[in-house]
């Protein structure tokens, strides 16, 4: 069967079921042309609890749809690929960490959203690429923090805040993988563009960029920039947003570089328009929590809303 019958039968099976649709920057860009919200993994769980569709397919990987189900417990969350994980997810499994908190009984743990139901209800607070370093500046100067899982990201707010939380091991592989060399030479045959990176980057990528931030602040920056040319260090997904909204701008990957597809993340790749349509026509994988885990899980989410609210960071 070809994309158009798969299109056709989505958007039937969406009004037909009274679903809404949930794309990811970093998916395929059929799937970011049939999602009803396009956006990060927290904002589109948010965007979730302002509907009131009976049905939410989240069309990205397994701790996204986690964390929808967390903050919507009572309505049914799909993924379309039950198996599409996250290297940084799994880079934190949840009774490693646990003994790895219980060295450190008197820090506090924030936990970057990227991770999984288990690791957010062992912290006492979440963060996104975009708040985590306005939410560490509001703590208490003396208060003793673990940052889980990212290292890098954790790192790059230690380097920003002049902190000195504890880190967890944890990367993303692709972000890990993109090398300061390679920004470099890209630069040399660019001399125009404007470097932009993610935080989960490491330390001596993020050091050569002229703007490290969140996907959303990546997207915000060009818009404002005067730059007409940009090399983008994040996973490639984004690009079709960005040219989407800035036609009249330049992006290069790191993946030119090097020919290589080495800034695609296979799993983010892993939902098709294929197995979306046989998720919204079987009602399956159904992403299921237990009700203490979403209880434990919720907490931390709930404080950093609030918390967000409190310093201007969300309305």
Aim: charged share 25%.
């Amino acid at each position: 069967m070809d994309n158009e019958f798969y299109k056709n039968e989505i958007i039937r099976l969406k009004k037909e079921k009274n679903a809404v649709i949930l794309g990811h920057y970093y998916q395929r860009d059929e799937i970011q042309d049939l999602s009803d919200y396009i956006g990060d993994s927290l904002a589109l769980a948010q965007k979730a609890q302002e509907c009131d569709n009976d049905i939410i397919v989240f069309c990205g990987v397994h701790f996204m749809a986690e964390t929808a189900k967390i903050l919507n417990p009572s309505r049914k969350v799909l993924l379309p690929d039950i198996t599409a994980s996250c290297s940084l997810a799994e880079s934190c499994p949840g009774e490693e960490f646990a003994r790895f908190k219980a060295q450190y009984p008197d820090h506090m743990v924030i936990s970057y959203v990227n991770c999984t139901a288990e690791i957010k209800a062992l912290s006492d607070l979440i963060c996104t690429s975009g708040n985590a370093e306005k939410l560490v500046r509001s703590l208490p100067e003396e208060q003793k923090i673990i940052f889980a899982p990212d290292k890098n990201l954790g790192s790059y707010i230690n380097s920003v805040t002049g902190r000195h939380m504890v880190l967890w091991d944890g990367v993303c592989m692709v972000h890990d993988a993109m090398k300061a060399e390679t920004v470099m030479q890209l630069k040399a045959e660019h001399p125009d563009a404007a470097v932009i990176a993610h935080p989960e980057c490491n330390a001596a990528l993020l050091q050569v960029a002229d703007f490290v931030g969140s996907t959303k602040a990546m997207l915000t920056y060009i818009g404002q920039s005067g730059h007409k040319k940009f090399i983008v260090a994040t996973e490639t997904g984004i690009l079709y947003e960005m040219r989407k909204n800035n036609p009249d701008k330049e992006f290069i990957t790191l993946n030119a570089s090097q020919q290589c597809n080495c800034a695609d993340c296979s799993y983010m790749k892993q939902n098709t328009l294929e197995k979306l349509y046989l998720c919204m026509r079987d009602e399956t994988p159904e992403i299921e929590l237990d009700a203490a885990t979403i209880e434990a899980a919720a907490r931390p989410i709930v404080r950093m809303l609030d918390m967000s609210k409190k310093l201007g960071i969300i309305k």
